[in-house]
């Protein structure tokens, strides 16, 4: 998996955004089981303790669930994984709006521009 | 742990010494036949006045050099190695090693002293072999029949009556006071280089140099400390010698062993205690 | 259980006429991570030396797991030197059974399943190997125990990326989460990640200590940051 730090954040926050993303990305399903925060610390070359908080972060926005027996997993509540991903993408796209109008452009003239980006890509 | 301890510092040690025991060993088997060999000795005799009989000549001068040379080469080697195994071992960068295992400072210097005077009477027996050997078959003959003589020579003396049994006890209480007095000799004698090296080691820059200085310095206080004991003692000695409890030669034979025994013991002590308490105080590895 | 692992009180260490930690105070919990950071010669490498018994404080009382340092406290600590310490003569075999046999809290197939990752031979003579798997197998044995308190010296010091992630990841993989791992380093930036807190040392005092998330959380700088300020003028 591909993990970025950054300085400025703290490293838990920014390890449960990546998480988050894995989950709501596909790359981990619904249901599927994780592994131990000791092995994604190591993936990510983290301590622990701060991979657990990142995992603790998780949980309480009900991604993930803690199974007595079975260790963590994703949730099966595949709404919630749609609502999380549904907000994260407001927030993205809430950045993308304020830096396209700090740099001048209109709403349509913004559609304008994604429109053609995306007939690109899908052509090219 | 102090097994274990001996257990790693003996495979060490044994490594360092069995080539030179071995290359002993063989070249004492080599001249010895060399010498006694009834095939070297026609051969010779036969080739008398021949180019070939100088070779022969030559041949075996250059194997008694070379093993003269081993036989010196085990006594500085016995040295070496007993030096070397403490202050390589300990003092430089294996100290890491051992002086963070679950053990006793007084553990370390003891494991190691322990092998060293096994390897001390090992070169001992080594050495004798050596030179026994030189003498050829023979003498392996005569160390065979060693144990029977002795035993036959003693069963005749008590036979004939030269041999009381009061004797008897009296030469092995000797023995036993010799070999504790060898002992503790030996052991004296180890933990006379580390303390030296224990003392030098607290030498930021010239620690082998300051360990001879030291043991140079040990030296003298210990040569000082005897013979001011010496005048000290030999007047109430000369009273003790002279009064008639200790007129008996063989009682005060006794006494002086036993004397000289109590001495050993307290400059091996101090040895030991200089060695543990400074390295245990102020290890100052590099 | 004491919450605390090591706790130094008013700990100071000469040489000769130099001070190399002066009245150091400081107590440091068990699960923890922390870095002992500080430029060469702040006293890093006399600080772990005090902590494992190979120095003795010339004033001021040292306590491991409630005990002053000697053969008990030892048998509790891993350490990893900031040099190779093996003998000339051993094979790998050698130095394993070593701490087979001197270390109850040693795993044997630990050590043999890391080593054979790297592709190291039990039967290897450790003189021929190159200077970096050298440092791994060092690294690796200490790892395989399961001490309570891991002192490590410079692990990452001059050795290349590759090594470097082998290394912070067999630290994090081993550890026990009761218990403490010490690294001191004077590469900040590569280690910050693993850490929970961090201890800065300046000519032989405690000049600052952080728990990494408050420092970024509340200030909003990494500790590599931190520390460039702290001695930007040296």
Known sequence: MEWKIDDRYPIWSQLSEQLAAFITGGQFEAGQRLPSVREFAADAGVNPNTMQRAMAELESLGLVVTNRTAGRAVTEDRDRIDQIRRTQVKKEVDIFLERMEALGFTRDEIMGVLREAITEEEDG | MTFKLIKYEWKAMIRAMLPIYAATLALAVVNGLAINNEFFTRAESMLQGTFLESLIAIFQAMLLVVYICLLAGLCIMTFIVTVQRFYKGLLRDEGYLMFTLPVSVSQLTFSRAFVAVIIMFLSGVVGFFAIGLLAGMDFLRALIMLPAEIASAISRAVASGELSPGLAVHAGLYTIELIVMFLLGCFEGVYGFYAAMALGQLSRNHKVAMSVVWYIVLGIVETTLMWSLIFIMSGPAVIVFSSSILDNAIISLHVFLIVMNIITLLLLAAKVLITNVVLSRRLNLE | ?234
């Open chain 3, 1 to 234: 259980m004491d919450k605390e692992i090591m706790r130094f009180d008013k700990v100071t260490k000469r040489f000769g006429s130099k001070t190399a930690l002066n009245d150091i105070d400081i107590s440091i919990e068990r699960g923890r991570i922390v870095g002992l950071l500080g430029p060469n010669g702040s006293g890093k490498t006399t600080f772990i030396k005090l902590a494992n018994g190979l120095l003795h404080p010339d004033s001021g009382t040292i306590h491991i797991d409630d005990r002053l340092p000697g053969p008990e406290t030892r048998a509790v600590v891993s350490y990893l030197p900031d040099r190779m310490y093996f003998a000339d003569w051993m094979k790998v075999k050698d130095l394993a059974g070593m701490f087979e046999d001197f270390y109850s809290d040693f795993s044997r197939q630990k050590a043999r399943d890391m080593m054979d990752k790297l592709g190291i031979d039990e039967k290897d003579r450790i003189k021929n190997m190159s200077k970096g798997t050298k440092e791994k197998l060092q690294l690796i044995l200490v790892m395989s125990r399961e001490a309570k308190l891991y002192l490590l010296d410079e692990p990452i010091g001059g050795v290349d990326p590759a090594a470097r992630d082998f290394i912070l990841k067999t630290i994090i993989t081993n550890y026990s989460p009761e218990s403490t791992v010490i690294i001191s380093t004077h590469l900040i930036a590569d280690v910050e990640k693993v850490l929970d807190e961090v201890v800065l040392l300046k000519e032989g005092q405690i000049i600052r200590r952080e728990n990494v998330d408050r420092l970024r959380e509340e200030e909003g700088r990494s500790v590599d940051q931190l520390f460039r300020e702290m001695f930007a003028q040296g």
